[in-house]
Each structure stands twice: as C-alpha cells, then as structure tokens.
C-alpha cells in the first residue's frame, strides 16, 4: 500500500499538534485498531486483503484522497511458493495538495503466522484486540503494521485540520 502527498509544510506550534493530540476522539481510535487486528490477513495463505483495503479507504477518502487499487497480477502471484487465497489487492492513497514536493507513507497488510505452542504461544486470541488497564493493546499486527496504519491515519487527520 502506498500514499502519496505534496503536503503544504508550513510552520506550526508544536502545542498546537499537541492540543490536536491530546484531543483525539480515543474511542474511535480504539475500534479502528481493534477492527484492523481482527482482519486475519497471515500470510500464507493471505486471504483477507480486500477486507482490509474496504476498512481504511473510508479514511482516506474522508481525507480527499484519490483511491486506486493495483491487483498484483496472477502470474506474479503464481511465482510465489506459498498457496495464497484470495485477490491480491494493493491501496494507493494520492493527494495533491499543490506543492512542489511530495511526501510518501507506504505500509504492508500481511502479518506472519502466530505461534500457537512453546515459547512464543499467545495468552490470549491474535486477532481480537486485548486491551490492558494501562493502555497496552495486544493482537496481531499491532507492532507491525496495522498500529502504525492506525498511526498514519490519524497524522494525516491532524494535518487535515491544522492545515498543514
């Protein structure tokens, strides 16, 4: 997945992002990363990719970004020695907000398999989210690299309202 921006970079008070953060709606947070964690995107066999795509492009499109999904052709997909399932489909995010540079995010869906005996055997389901009393999130992909989507789309939103 990628997102493009020619992103207007003008100077801005650090408390000011800072208020945006501090007041971010974190209930709406939460059920983005919980939603994204429940989306068994494993590879192989990686069966889930357009349920992923269909979750974030609200978001992006909410932001005014153009959509376009790449299909990784089959023959590409047939040169891979794992049995995958299901369209191999990618999300590209453009804006253009004028500029003379752009700036780029690219992100990935896939997680690897999660180990179901010995050490390193989940205490709880990988891909319902477990939420601490601290605030730690546990699941699948939170690390890498559904938490860091979750990341992206909220910066994004900050620059939407700042005006950046």
Known sequence: MGFTSKLNLKMVDFKEISEEVDNLDTNLLMDLMKNLISINTVVPPGKSYREYVDMISPYFQDLNYSLEEVMVP???????????????????????FGQEKWVSFYGHMDVVPAPNDGVGKWQSPPFEAKILENGEIYGRGVADMKGSMVCLIIALQIIERLNL
């Open 74 to 96: 089959k023959e590409l997909v047939q040169e891979i020695p794992h049995e995958l399932i299901g369209p191999r489909v990618n999300l590209v995010a453009k804006r253009d």
